[in-house]
């Protein structure tokens, strides 16, 4: 007789949401985690404060912030969406607090954070639902036969360094690629092809967008707020976004940086089939989306008439926040210390352009080591909406990051753990 009804592969938020839900109906199941510890990434979360969902009460909306993909997860939501997960936690004990965006947050307790409160309502319950978990234990492979005339495939065991496991039925809980010293390192996309599953490839997302100006070093760490973010293939716009970003020493970063990163890819191959040279995806910076150039112009020029012996760098700081002027002492020809009374009219309107339009390169993006989710994973059409089993291998789950699906910051990408790991937990 086998040990275990069920093993979940991965202790992240989604396998342990699937590990409940398995045990709630009365099955032995299994956790299978590699590291020491249960949930490392999600201790991550928000800072470690676990934005774990967002209170947009919209269905619509709130799937249509998954992209086309997000369609996929209309069934699991409408078994166990947002609301669901909001009473879900609130029903064991964790108070929460909506914030900006709608994001939904524990309130911490004690000296304990916010993630560490979600992560003991897990491991309470699967205590309580005698979950057995195998702590620092790999699971190096899947061992899948080929079911003779179906097409079909399914999991015989699972091999571990020690041994071998098996199971009624599987879960794969992996988690993606990003953040890999947290343990996501993309073992689950090889498990999944094993069983006969495509990969959508995977590009790191909610990551630093990478420009080719080096310049950008200069204003390092400079927060903005209030400004616009254009994404530009030769002259079409592609997208524009209006809110909070930083440079850093390689390119952007900051919210609406990271919420544009995940299209970057998609920019990038389209100029590419439209014929544009290398170079051409840009991003346009727009300090003062609230003026239209010609009246930024004149409020500097009369900004610069009162002020007199004042140079221009001096000048600049009324402009723009301080750790940016030399940024833009960069882009204007203007000598730093030239009074501003001096400053002609040419160069005002130079700088009433710099200040409406910096552009930058596109360049690629930071790499998964800093990546918040994964894009790409596990081929959406090949996994039934309303279960999260494979509809090639008969006895195989997915949940969680694995699949193909992720979502801005905002606590979109834990609710997908959330809904597909209690769907695929319940099976069917
Ligand atoms: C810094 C940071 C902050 C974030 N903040 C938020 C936030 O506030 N809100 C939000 O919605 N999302 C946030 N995210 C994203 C969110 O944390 C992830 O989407 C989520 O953790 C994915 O859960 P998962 O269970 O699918 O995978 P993971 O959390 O990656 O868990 C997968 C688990 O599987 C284990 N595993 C992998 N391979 C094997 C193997 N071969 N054998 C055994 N075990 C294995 C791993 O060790 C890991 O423990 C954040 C991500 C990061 C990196």
Redesign the pocket.
């Known amino acids: 007789m086998k040990q275990f009804d069920t093993i979940v592969?991965?202790?992240?938020?989604?396998?342990l949401m699937a590990a409940i839900q398995a045990s709630s109906r009365g099955e032995r199941v299994l956790v299978?985690?590699?590291?020491a510890s249960?949930?490392?990434?999600?201790l991550?979360?928000?800072?470690g404060?676990?934005?774990?969902t967002n209170g947009e009460e919209d269905i619509q909306a709130f799937l249509s912030r998954y992209g086309e993909n997000g369609r996929f997860l209309h069934s699991a939501f409408s078994r166990f969406g947002p609301a669901q997960t909001l009473d879900f936690f609130h029903r064991h004990g964790v108070e929460t607090v909506m914030e900006r965006g709608k994001r939904v947050f524990p309130v911490p307790v004690g000296s304990g954070t916010g993630s560490q409160r979600v992560l003991d309502v897990l491991l309470r319950l699967c205590k309580k639902g005698d979950v057995r978990v195998f702590r620092s234990?790999?699971?190096?492979a899947l061992k899948v036969r080929r079911l003779p005339g179906e097409g079909l495939a399914r999991v015989e065991r699972l091999i571990t360094e020690r041994e071998e496991l098996e199971a009624g039925r599987y879960i794969i809980?992996?988690?993606?690629r990003?953040?890999p010293k947290?343990?996501?390192?993309g073992?689950?996309y090889r498990f999944a092809q094993a069983a006969g599953h495509t990969i959508v490839p995977t590009y790191p997302a909610l990551v630093p967008i990478k420009t080719r100006e080096t310049w950008v070093k200069l204003a390092h760490g400079c927060n903005l707020r209030n400004v616009n973010l254009t994404a530009l293939a030769g002259d079409k716009k592609l997208e524009g976004h209006f809110g909070e970003m930083e440079f850093t020493n390689f390119g952007v970063s900051g919210p609406i940086a990271m919420e544009m990163s995940s299209r970057v890819p998609d920019w990038m191959e389209a100029a590419k089939k439209a014929g544009l040279p290398e170079g051409s995806v840009q991003l346009s910076l727009d300090l003062k989306p609230a003026l239209p150039r010609e009246k930024l112009r004149a409020r500097v020029a009369q900004d610069f008439q009162t002020s007199g012996s004042r140079p221009f760098s001096g000048a600049l700081r009324k402009l723009v926040p301080g750790p940016l002027v030399p940024l833009i002492l960069e882009l204007s020809d203007v000598p730093h210390d030239k009074p501003v009374a001096y400053v002609s009219s040419e160069e005002i309107d130079e700088l009433a352009r710099i200040l409406k339009d910096i552009r930058l390169t596109v360049n690629g993006l930071w790499s998964f080591n800093n990546?918040?989710?994964t894009r790409g994973g596990v081929c959406l059409k090949e996994v039934d909406p309303g279960t999260m089993r494979s509809r090639l291998c008969d006895n195989l789950y997915f949940?969680?990051?694995?699949l193909d699906l992720n979502g801005p910051?905002?606590?979109?990408?834990?609710?997908?753990?959330w809904s597909t790991?209690c769907v695929a937990g319940l099976g069917g």
């Not at 234990?137 to 190096?140: D, E, M, P, Q, Y």
């Open positions: 592969i991965g202790g992240g938020p989604a396998g299978v985690e590699k590291n249960l949930g490392e990434k999600l991550l979360s928000g800072r404060r676990c934005n774990f234990t790999a699971v190096k809980a992996t988690g993606g990003s953040y947290t343990g996501s390192t073992d689950g990546a918040v989710v949940a969680g990051e694995v910051s905002g606590g979109f990408n834990l609710q997908v753990c790991g």
